[in-house]
């Protein structure tokens, strides 16, 4: 049987959905420099939810493809083409809304996917505000981005010149590898090319020319392949099946 709620009949998911895990993965539009498209994180963050659910039999809920506004340091900014963002209280009340619903319908296992750097903040607003609103104790929701389920040890080794942060690692090695390993076909490798960040250590708005790199990358793509992809994948999937299976006891 398929975990992707949108493919189930409404008498199949509710025979599923009180006992199983539900994943809502929550990703953006957002440039990724020239040789990744724009939905990078949605793609990601769906693909490796897919996987998870089917390890531990959960339900995948539809992917929501925005996400809160980017950031210079960690997505190059509003300035790109392309970028579609949400408000921070869109974004709240969105995914709010979708988690009461979901508990409406019975779910009492659920894990917000965060594939976007930008989100996690008001993620947690809006599993809060749903978690009052709701007020059913029986309820748990876990949330975590997919860098958090990669060990440093994993990651590490790729970086001779020393890792430069996730929050630099936008539309760079990590990201292309991942794409390399889930959508090999929306990678355009011809089309990578060196990138390397200069930002200061503030932010100024309006956002000023010339601080992000043209490309869009905020670290060096180059050197990323399929096979350090599905080393990451793998690595984030296997924790985020280890903790889904602590937090709920799962066996």
Aim: no cysteine.
């Amino acid at each position: 049987m398929t975990v992707l709620m949108s493919e189930m009949t409404w008498p199949e998911y509710e025979s599923k959905v009180q006992d199983a895990v539900v994943l809502l993965p929550v990703g953006s539009t957002e440039q990724h420099s020239y040789h990744l498209p724009l939905g990078v994180d949605y793609y990601q963050i769906n693909e490796i939810s897919k996987l998870v659910a089917t390890s531990i039999d959960g339900i995948v809920a539809p992917a929501i493809p925005f996400g809160y506004k980017s950031l210079p340091h960690s997505g190059g900014g509003q300035t790109f083409p392309g970028t579609t963002s949400l408000s921070a209280e869109t974004l709240i009340l969105l995914v709010k809304d979708i988690l009461v619903e979901f508990i409406r319908h019975g779910a009492e296992q659920i894990i917000v996917m965060d594939g976007h750097y930008e989100n996690g903040m008001f993620l947690s607003e809006a599993i809060d505000l749903a978690l009052k609103e709701s007020n059913q104790k029986s309820v748990k929701i876990l949330k975590a981005s997919f860098v958090d389920m990669l060990d440093d040890e994993v990651v590490t080794p790729y970086y001779k010149n020393g890792f430069p942060g996730y929050s630099l690692e936008h539309a760079a090695f990590i990201e292309t590898a991942l794409m390399m390993k889930l959508k090999p076909d929306l990678v355009q490798q011809d089309k990578i090319e060196p990138a390397e960040a200069n930002l200061p250590r503030y932010e100024v708005f309006p956002q000023q020319e010339g601080v992000v790199p043209k490309s869009g990358s905020l670290a060096d793509p180059t050197g990323a392949t399929k096979e350090a992809g599905e080393i990451f994948v793998n690595n984030i999937v296997g924790n985020y099946v280890q903790s889904i299976k602590k937090e709920f006891n799962i066996t």
